[in-house]
Protein backbone atom coordinates (compact mmCIF):
# COMPACT_ATOMS: atom_id res chain seq x y z
CA UNK A 1 0.00 0.00 0.00
CA UNK A 2 1.34 3.43 -1.14
CA UNK A 3 0.98 5.58 1.95
CA UNK A 4 0.84 9.00 1.27
CA UNK A 5 3.73 11.53 2.64
CA UNK A 6 3.27 15.08 3.90
CA UNK A 7 4.86 17.93 1.23
CA UNK A 8 5.84 20.86 3.38
CA UNK A 9 7.08 23.66 1.50
CA UNK A 10 9.75 25.64 3.61
CA UNK A 11 10.13 29.57 2.59
CA UNK A 12 12.83 31.80 4.08
CA UNK A 13 14.66 35.36 2.81
CA UNK A 14 18.13 35.03 3.65
CA UNK A 15 21.00 35.47 6.42
CA UNK A 16 19.24 35.09 9.73
CA UNK A 17 16.17 34.13 8.68
CA UNK A 18 17.38 30.62 6.81
CA UNK A 19 19.81 30.05 9.84
CA UNK A 20 16.97 30.13 11.55
CA UNK A 21 14.87 27.85 9.37
CA UNK A 22 18.30 25.49 9.45
CA UNK A 23 17.58 25.34 13.00
CA UNK A 24 14.07 23.91 12.55
CA UNK A 25 14.97 20.85 10.71
CA UNK A 26 14.41 18.35 12.98
CA UNK A 27 10.94 18.77 12.73
CA UNK A 28 10.99 18.27 9.01
CA UNK A 29 11.98 14.42 9.84
CA UNK A 30 9.88 12.20 7.83
CA UNK A 31 7.86 14.50 5.96
CA UNK A 32 8.47 15.50 1.88
CA UNK A 33 10.38 19.33 1.95
CA UNK A 34 11.17 21.71 -0.65
CA UNK A 35 13.23 24.54 0.66
CA UNK A 36 13.06 28.10 -1.04
CA UNK A 37 15.17 31.00 -0.02
CA UNK A 38 17.13 33.78 -1.89
CA UNK A 39 20.61 32.58 -1.82
CA UNK A 40 20.92 29.38 -4.46
CA UNK A 41 24.58 28.63 -2.86
CA UNK A 42 22.51 27.60 0.26
CA UNK A 43 21.17 25.20 -1.44
CA UNK A 44 24.01 22.82 -0.60
CA UNK A 45 22.62 23.27 3.08
CA UNK A 46 19.89 20.63 2.67
CA UNK A 47 20.97 18.58 -0.02
CA UNK A 48 19.45 16.23 -1.17
CA UNK A 49 15.92 17.79 -0.67
CA UNK A 50 15.02 20.11 -3.64
CA UNK A 51 15.98 23.61 -3.01
CA UNK A 52 14.87 26.74 -5.34
CA UNK A 53 16.28 30.40 -5.49
CA UNK A 54 13.89 32.82 -5.67
CA UNK A 55 14.53 36.71 -5.52
CA UNK A 56 15.61 39.17 -2.72
CA UNK A 57 13.13 41.90 -2.34
CA UNK A 58 11.54 44.00 0.30
CA UNK A 59 8.88 46.04 0.22
CA UNK A 60 10.55 49.69 -1.23
CA UNK A 61 11.42 47.10 -4.47
CA UNK A 62 8.01 46.60 -6.23
CA UNK A 63 9.22 45.00 -9.42
CA UNK A 64 11.49 42.71 -7.37
CA UNK A 65 8.58 42.02 -5.52
CA UNK A 66 6.62 41.14 -8.76
CA UNK A 67 9.35 38.67 -10.34
CA UNK A 68 9.39 36.92 -6.29
CA UNK A 69 5.62 36.91 -6.80
CA UNK A 70 5.88 34.87 -10.04
CA UNK A 71 8.33 32.67 -9.15
CA UNK A 72 7.01 31.53 -5.78
CA UNK A 73 3.69 31.05 -7.54
CA UNK A 74 5.27 28.82 -10.44
CA UNK A 75 6.84 26.79 -7.05
CA UNK A 76 3.68 26.48 -5.38
CA UNK A 77 2.23 25.09 -8.02
CA UNK A 78 5.15 22.66 -8.93
CA UNK A 79 5.17 21.43 -5.18
CA UNK A 80 1.34 21.53 -3.80
CA UNK A 81 2.56 21.55 -0.62
CA UNK A 82 -0.13 20.25 1.89
CA UNK A 83 2.19 23.12 4.78
CA UNK A 84 3.68 26.15 4.12
CA UNK A 85 6.44 26.66 6.39
CA UNK A 86 8.27 29.99 6.84
CA UNK A 87 10.32 32.04 9.24
CA UNK A 88 9.99 35.04 6.86
CA UNK A 89 10.45 38.20 5.58
CA UNK A 90 8.75 39.44 2.33
CA UNK A 91 8.86 35.98 0.71
CA UNK A 92 7.20 34.58 3.71
CA UNK A 93 4.27 37.03 3.55
CA UNK A 94 3.66 35.72 -0.18
CA UNK A 95 4.33 32.13 0.62
CA UNK A 96 1.42 32.45 3.65
CA UNK A 97 -1.00 34.34 1.00
CA UNK A 98 -0.72 31.51 -1.68
CA UNK A 99 -0.31 28.76 0.25
CA UNK A 100 -3.72 29.95 1.90
CA UNK A 101 -5.19 30.19 -1.88
CA UNK A 102 -3.75 26.58 -2.40
CA UNK A 103 -5.74 25.05 0.49
CA UNK A 104 -2.26 24.38 2.44
CA UNK A 105 -2.11 24.80 6.49
CA UNK A 106 0.37 27.90 6.52
CA UNK A 107 2.63 28.60 9.94
CA UNK A 108 4.49 31.71 10.26
CA UNK A 109 7.54 31.83 12.58
CA UNK A 110 8.95 35.07 13.49
CA UNK A 111 12.47 35.95 13.73
CA UNK A 112 14.16 35.25 17.42
CA UNK A 113 15.36 39.16 16.98
CA UNK A 114 11.79 40.78 16.85
CA UNK A 115 11.84 40.70 20.96
CA UNK A 116 9.07 43.36 21.39
CA UNK A 117 6.86 43.24 18.23
CA UNK A 118 6.04 41.26 15.75
CA UNK A 119 8.02 42.09 12.10
CA UNK A 120 6.03 43.68 9.38
CA UNK A 121 5.73 40.68 7.39
CA UNK A 122 4.64 38.72 10.13
CA UNK A 123 1.76 41.60 11.72
CA UNK A 124 1.13 41.79 7.95
CA UNK A 125 0.68 37.56 7.36
CA UNK A 126 -0.84 37.12 10.89
CA UNK A 127 -4.52 36.96 9.81
CA UNK A 128 -4.31 34.53 6.86
CA UNK A 129 -1.74 32.14 8.85
CA UNK A 130 -3.36 29.22 10.10
CA UNK A 131 -0.32 29.61 13.03
CA UNK A 132 1.59 32.45 13.68
CA UNK A 133 4.36 32.11 16.33
CA UNK A 134 6.68 34.35 17.88
CA UNK A 135 9.59 33.55 19.87
CA UNK A 136 9.12 35.36 23.00
CA UNK A 137 6.45 34.49 25.28
CA UNK A 138 5.96 38.44 26.35
CA UNK A 139 5.48 39.41 22.02
CA UNK A 140 2.71 36.95 21.97
CA UNK A 141 0.78 38.39 25.17
CA UNK A 142 1.03 41.65 23.53
CA UNK A 143 0.18 40.42 19.96
CA UNK A 144 -2.34 36.92 20.05
CA UNK A 145 0.05 35.20 18.39
CA UNK A 146 1.16 32.06 19.86
CA UNK A 147 4.41 30.87 21.67
CA UNK A 148 5.93 27.45 21.92
CA UNK A 149 9.34 27.86 22.01
CA UNK A 150 12.49 29.45 20.05
CA UNK A 151 15.08 28.62 18.17
CA UNK A 152 17.44 29.28 20.77
CA UNK B 1 41.62 36.05 12.50
CA UNK B 2 39.11 38.44 14.29
CA UNK B 3 35.90 38.55 11.85
CA UNK B 4 33.68 41.33 11.07
CA UNK B 5 30.39 41.54 9.74
CA UNK B 6 27.63 44.05 9.19
CA UNK B 7 25.31 42.08 6.68
CA UNK B 8 24.35 42.62 3.05
CA UNK B 9 21.77 45.78 3.63
CA UNK B 10 23.43 48.35 5.38
CA UNK B 11 26.61 49.75 5.86
CA UNK B 12 27.53 50.08 9.93
CA UNK B 13 30.79 52.86 9.40
CA UNK B 14 30.91 53.19 13.43
CA UNK B 15 31.61 49.36 13.64
CA UNK B 16 34.54 49.22 11.09
CA UNK B 17 35.82 52.72 11.92
CA UNK B 18 36.37 51.07 15.57
CA UNK B 19 37.93 47.79 14.29
CA UNK B 20 40.14 49.81 11.57
CA UNK B 21 41.30 51.96 14.66
CA UNK B 22 41.99 48.91 16.45
CA UNK B 23 43.55 46.77 13.95
CA UNK B 24 46.09 49.60 13.09
CA UNK B 25 46.64 50.69 17.11
CA UNK B 26 47.14 46.52 18.12
CA UNK B 27 48.31 45.07 14.61
CA UNK B 28 45.68 42.42 14.58
CA UNK B 29 44.31 40.71 11.80
CA UNK B 30 40.77 41.47 11.02
CA UNK B 31 39.21 40.72 8.13
CA UNK B 32 35.70 42.44 7.67
CA UNK B 33 32.71 42.08 5.38
CA UNK B 34 31.64 45.82 5.10
CA UNK B 35 28.27 45.94 3.29
CA UNK B 36 27.11 48.68 0.90
CA UNK B 37 29.11 51.21 0.25
CA UNK B 38 29.39 53.78 2.86
CA UNK B 39 31.68 56.83 3.36
CA UNK B 40 34.88 55.85 5.73
CA UNK B 41 37.30 54.25 4.18
CA UNK B 42 39.20 51.65 6.22
CA UNK B 43 43.22 51.58 5.68
CA UNK B 44 44.28 48.76 8.63
CA UNK B 45 41.89 45.96 7.79
CA UNK B 46 41.10 43.56 5.04
CA UNK B 47 37.08 44.18 3.58
CA UNK B 48 34.86 42.70 0.99
CA UNK B 49 31.58 44.47 0.17
CA UNK B 50 29.81 41.04 0.39
CA UNK B 51 30.42 37.38 0.96
CA UNK B 52 29.39 34.14 -1.06
CA UNK B 53 27.75 31.53 1.96
CA UNK B 54 30.72 29.67 1.29
CA UNK B 55 32.91 32.42 2.09
CA UNK B 56 31.38 33.75 4.68
CA UNK B 57 31.71 30.13 6.50
CA UNK B 58 35.05 29.60 5.87
CA UNK B 59 35.48 32.89 7.79
CA UNK B 60 32.70 32.29 10.76
CA UNK B 61 34.95 28.95 10.65
CA UNK B 62 38.88 30.49 10.58
CA UNK B 63 37.64 33.13 13.04
CA UNK B 64 39.37 33.54 16.71
CA UNK B 65 36.40 36.06 17.52
CA UNK B 66 33.13 37.50 15.85
CA UNK B 67 32.40 40.80 15.64
CA UNK B 68 29.35 42.26 14.24
CA UNK B 69 26.05 44.12 13.89
CA UNK B 70 23.63 42.54 15.99
CA UNK B 71 22.03 40.23 14.04
CA UNK B 72 20.84 36.97 14.44
CA UNK B 73 22.25 35.05 11.70
CA UNK B 74 25.54 36.13 12.38
CA UNK B 75 24.82 35.41 16.26
CA UNK B 76 23.72 32.53 15.54
CA UNK B 77 26.47 31.02 12.87
CA UNK B 78 28.76 31.71 15.39
CA UNK B 79 27.24 30.75 18.54
CA UNK B 80 26.48 26.93 16.79
CA UNK B 81 30.74 27.02 15.96
CA UNK B 82 31.03 27.78 19.93
CA UNK B 83 33.08 30.91 19.17
CA UNK B 84 33.07 34.70 21.36
CA UNK B 85 30.56 36.65 19.19
CA UNK B 86 30.64 40.39 20.24
CA UNK B 87 27.50 42.21 18.69
CA UNK B 88 27.16 45.96 18.63
CA UNK B 89 23.46 46.96 18.11
CA UNK B 90 22.63 49.20 15.12
CA UNK B 91 21.21 52.83 16.62
CA UNK B 92 18.70 54.48 14.84
CA UNK B 93 19.82 58.02 16.23
CA UNK B 94 22.97 57.43 13.81
CA UNK B 95 20.65 56.59 10.65
CA UNK B 96 21.95 53.25 10.77
CA UNK B 97 18.87 51.26 10.82
CA UNK B 98 15.19 51.94 10.95
CA UNK B 99 14.33 51.52 14.45
CA UNK B 100 16.72 50.32 17.66
CA UNK B 101 15.25 46.91 17.39
CA UNK B 102 18.66 45.51 17.60
CA UNK B 103 19.28 46.90 20.60
CA UNK B 104 16.37 44.94 22.81
CA UNK B 105 17.39 42.01 20.51
CA UNK B 106 20.69 42.41 22.15
CA UNK B 107 19.69 42.81 25.20
CA UNK B 108 17.27 40.05 25.22
CA UNK B 109 20.04 37.53 24.40
CA UNK B 110 23.12 38.99 26.34
CA UNK B 111 22.69 35.94 28.69
CA UNK B 112 23.43 33.77 25.77
CA UNK B 113 26.99 31.63 26.16
CA UNK B 114 29.80 33.02 24.29
CA UNK B 115 27.59 36.49 23.10
CA UNK B 116 28.76 39.56 24.66
CA UNK B 117 27.03 43.14 23.79
CA UNK B 118 29.06 46.55 23.17
CA UNK B 119 26.98 49.22 23.92
CA UNK B 120 28.93 51.02 22.28
CA UNK B 121 32.59 51.97 20.77
CA UNK B 122 34.11 52.03 23.88
CA UNK B 123 32.40 48.77 24.97
CA UNK B 124 34.04 47.60 22.37
CA UNK B 125 37.38 48.25 22.69
CA UNK B 126 37.24 47.23 26.26
CA UNK B 127 35.82 43.76 25.08
CA UNK B 128 38.90 43.20 22.40
CA UNK B 129 41.20 43.54 25.14
CA UNK B 130 39.38 41.24 26.97
CA UNK B 131 41.92 37.97 26.55
CA UNK B 132 38.78 35.81 28.79
CA UNK B 133 37.46 35.96 25.34
CA UNK B 134 39.81 34.05 23.68
CA UNK B 135 38.57 30.67 24.35
CA UNK B 136 36.04 28.72 22.69
CA UNK B 137 32.82 27.85 24.57
CA UNK B 138 30.24 25.32 24.00
CA UNK B 139 28.63 25.25 21.24
CA UNK B 140 25.04 26.16 20.76
CA UNK B 141 22.54 22.89 20.44
CA UNK B 142 22.05 22.67 15.99
CA UNK B 143 18.31 22.83 16.73
CA UNK B 144 15.44 24.79 17.61
CA UNK B 145 13.98 24.37 21.56
CA UNK B 146 11.97 20.75 21.83
CA UNK B 147 8.74 22.77 22.96
CA UNK B 148 9.10 24.35 19.40
CA UNK B 149 9.77 21.42 17.18
CA UNK B 150 7.27 19.45 18.55
CA UNK B 151 4.60 22.27 18.23
CA UNK B 152 5.59 22.34 14.49
CA UNK B 153 5.81 18.75 14.05
CA UNK B 154 2.32 18.11 15.17
CA UNK B 155 0.81 21.10 12.98
CA UNK B 156 2.68 19.68 10.00
CA UNK B 157 0.90 16.16 10.76
CA UNK B 158 -1.72 17.07 13.33
Request: hydrophobic content about 45%; charged content about 20%.
Amino acid sequence: MKTKVTRVLAVSSGGGHWVQMMRLRPAFAGFDVTFASVDADRAADVAPAVFYAIPDANRMQKWKLLVLLVKLGWIMLKTRPHVVITTGAAPGYFAIRMGRVLRARTLFLDSVANAEKLSLSAHLSQRHADLMLTQWPEVAERTGSKFMGSVI
Amino acid sequence: MIFVTVGTQLPFDRLIRTMDGWANATGSNVFAQVGPASSYKPFHIRTRADLSPEAFDEAMDEARIIVAHAGMGTILSGLERGKPVIIMPRRAIYGEHRNDHQLATAAKLAHLNGLHVAADETALLRLLSDHTLLKNGPALASGASQGLITAIREFISP
